[in-house]
């Protein structure tokens, strides 16, 4: 699998799990991580018009998980 279809296929699967989270509920969350999901994110803004965006609530994570102060730290 080319890594543009893996983006692609991740894309559409990630937004139509949105859709089905969405059918009858009156909001969903979804937390976005950074790095190489940015790609997937970039993927789906053409598939998000699809969606009912006055449902939809982002939060920003980070899944790193290091002492305070550590050179991976933000």
Do not use: Q
């Not at 699998?1 to 139509?16: D, F, G, I, K, Q």
């Not at 999901?37 to 965006?53: A, E, F, G, N, R």
């Amino acid at each position: 699998l080319h890594p543009n279809e893996l983006v692609r296929l991740t894309a559409e699967y990630t937004c139509s799990r949105l859709l089905a989270a969405l059918d009858g509920k009156s909001s969903v969350f979804l937390l976005l991580s950074a790095g190489s999901w940015v790609k997937i994110y970039s993927s789906m803004v053409p598939i998000l018009p699809t969606l009912d965006m006055s449902k939809l609530t982002f939060g920003l994570v980070d899944e790193r998980c290091v002492p305070k102060g550590h050179g991976d730290s933000n």
